[in-house]
């Protein structure tokens, strides 16, 4: 069965809870800001860096029954919001959620479904699952299916600004604390790829046999650098190499996957899930879709159930704390991203969400998306920078 048709096939099935059949009248929808959180050490990867600090934003909205949904939103859409999706939101009478998504989803149009507006309109999509969710008193996992309470998690980081033993211990540690797969980055514009080998193959051989071991390239590499790397690569047990190259150059993506028997993993920049059957008929065998960035979690299921269907591998990263409920509804194959170096800090301002044991993140049971951010303690602190409200 061709791609398409299996994403289709997802898209109309039964689920337990159907959220286009759900309706909905948003009376109210507030954004609010997070002066930045600080990292404990800055954060290179191959491209871009340092990052010194990470600023949060964040969307509530309100349904006329008093319940609210909220969630990350890209601080970047703001004007798509207040031009865009706010007036949608506030107009609309009471309708089923198709005809409000339809709506959203053909009002971003000129802006380009792969780009910045398709990412926002995936943000606002998994914050009306936490609402729904939690009009039913249930777990978004629940709601979307899933039996499981968990899901496995990879350890994700290696920044370029660890180097030598602090790399090594970094990977380590993750080890012991029962991650089965870590990720490291490498490369950059002033590597070799003898300096990238050594730094791989350092890690590779600190970690245990069983414990694989993924590297990231941020795009960074031309095609020629890409093919040498992969034949150093080859015989060094490496569980997937992601985005070696440019992840719209699919040409090049597909010369390079003829060329190597690794892995190659692509998906997280991808904004449509229309893109996907391209990016398999090139030869890649790893989909890395993320959750909230793909325009409609309908869709993101859907590129799972893809995976699924022509054995590939399928992970998910994003942030992992409101992340992680939709990547254990995809199903047990999924494994979800946890880019520890980026994310750990965090939790300084979050009231409740997952516990993380041996490489699993464990599920709060509280209705929603399971995750929580302490509002009480950021106005406390005045660590709320801007705030925005609209209502009816």
């Known amino acids: 069965m061709g791609s398409t048709k299996i994403l289709k096939r997802w898209q109309d099935r039964p689920l337990l809870n159907n959220i286009n059949l ?34 949060y934003c964040f969307l509530t909205i309100k349904d006329d029954e008093g319940f609210t949904g909220e969630g990350e939103f890209p601080l970047s859409a703001g004007h798509l919001l207040k031009k865009t999706f706010v007036p949608i939101l506030l107009d609309s009478p009471k309708m089923k959620y198709s005809k409000l998504f339809e709506t959203l989803f053909w009002n971003i149009r000129n802006e380009g479904f792969r780009g910045a507006s398709a990412q926002a309109l995936g943000h606002l999509d998994k914050i009306f699952y936490d609402l729904a969710s939690k009009r039913k008193n249930m777990p978004v996992h629940a709601y979307l299916g899933s039996g499981r309470d968990n899901v496995k998690a990879y350890a994700s980081g290696g920044g370029l600004n660890l180097k030598g033993t602090a790399l090594i211990d970094e990977c380590l540690q993750w080890e012991e604390q029962g991650y089965e797969t870590v990720k490291i980055k490498f490369g950059g514009l002033k590597t070799s790829v003898q300096e990238d080998i050594k730094r791989i193959a350092a890690v590779r051989d600190a970690l245990h046999s069983n414990t694989r071991l993924a590297v990231d390239a941020n795009q960074f590499m031309n095609l020629e650098r890409a093919k040498q790397l992969s034949v150093e690569l080859q015989d060094m047990d490496i569980a997937w190499l992601e985005e070696p190259l440019h992840s719209a150059s699919l040409e090049e993506i597909g010369s390079l996957c003829s060329h190597t028997k690794l892995n190659i993993a692509y998906g997280e920049s991808e904004r449509s899930s229309k893109v996907f059957p391209s990016i398999i008929r090139a030869g890649v065998k790893h989909l890395q879709p993320i959750a909230g960035h793909i325009s409609s979690i309908i869709d993101w299921l859907g590129i799972y159930e893809v995976a699924k269907n022509k054995g590939l591998e399928f992970t998910s990263g994003g942030n992992s704390y409101f992340n992680c409920q939709f990547v254990s509804a995809a199903g047990e194959l999924a494994l979800m991203e946890f880019l520890e170096p980026v994310l750990k800090p965090m939790e300084e301002i979050i009231l409740y969400g997952p516990k993380i044991e041996n490489g699993y993140f464990f599920f709060s049971e509280a209705p929603g998306v399971g995750a929580s951010i302490d509002w009480d303690k950021l106005r406390s602190q005045k660590r709320i920078s801007d705030k925005k409200v609209w209502s009816t």
Do not use: C, H, Q, W
């Open 22 to 55: 759900e309706t909905f009248k948003i009376v109210e929808i507030m954004l609010r800001i997070i002066s930045p959180i600080e990292a404990k050490t800055p954060f290179y990867d191959a491209t871009m860096g340092p990052f010194l600090t990470y600023e």
